[in-house]
């Protein structure tokens, strides 16, 4: 069956980085865009990047740019996230889900605590 | 604040139908498929509807979706006590070159 499984969360300082990671399986990686959302404690969604299947094409949100990347691996079947010069504001489940707009499935979630 | 505006609550009692709207643009809604995406208390949210008004196999016919302009709408009919959830509906942006999501819309089962 389809699965997306994140990995990479924890607690980091403000300033600091974390790369979260999604090992997809189930699915032929390489026909599919994928996405990372993250949704903070008590809120809504908010997407945050999407990659091509083969990598040439990102997009990502204007609350992340210059800080977060999205990569993949496609041998590995995984997408990464590198998150830099994070902020308090950036705490947040973050989930990777399969597809740029029809975002189906999704994994279960990392959380991301950046606290002092 | 949310670019696709959607109610924060709505409820209903069992076996009701009730609608959840979502509001959006030219850039959004206007121009690209709407998605419908439901969150049960601490799970990851799944797809309930795509392209507007398709449901994704394993999901109850009680559950469909529209759109007409700039707006869409999710209606649940037969309404049961495990439906209630948060759900969000999403789009692409043209503007922003990205996907934006409604606020969401807590439905409460009385």
């Known amino acids: 069956q389809v699965q997306l499984v994140e990995s990479g969360g924890g607690l980091v300082k403000p300033g600091g980085s974390l790369r979260l990671s999604c090992a997809a399986s189930?699915?032929?990686?390489?026909?599919?865009?994928m996405s990372w959302i993250r949704q903070a404690p008590g809120k809504g969604l908010e997407w945050v990047a999407y990659i091509s299947p083969s990598g040439g094409i990102i997009y990502d949100a204007d609350s992340v740019k210059g800080r977060f990347s999205i990569s993949r691996d496609n041998a590995k079947k995984t997408v990464y996230l590198q998150m830099n010069s994070l902020r308090v504001d950036d705490t947040a489940v973050y989930y990777c889900a399969r597809g740029g707009d029809w975002l189906d499935p999704w994994g279960q979630g990392a959380l991301v605590t950046v606290s002092s | 604040q949310s670019v696709l505006t959607q109610p924060p609550s709505a409820s209903g009692t069992p076996g009701q139908r009730v609608t959840i709207s979502c509001a959006g643009s030219s850039s959004n809604i206007g121009g690209n498929f709407v998605y419908w995406y439901q969150q049960l208390p601490g799970t990851a949210p799944k797809v309930l509807i795509y392209k507007n008004n398709q449901r994704p196999s394993g999901v109850p016919d009680r559950f469909s979706g529209s759109k007409s302009g700039t707006s869409a709408s999710l209606a649940i009919s037969g309404l049961r006590s495990e439906d209630e959830a948060d759900y969000y509906c999403?789009?692409?942006?043209?503007?922003?070159?990205?996907?934006?999501f409604g606020g969401g819309t807590k439905l409460t089962v009385l």
């Open positions: 999403s789009a692409w942006d043209d503007s922003l070159s990205g996907v934006v």
């Open positions: 189930g699915f032929t990686f390489t026909d599919y865009y």
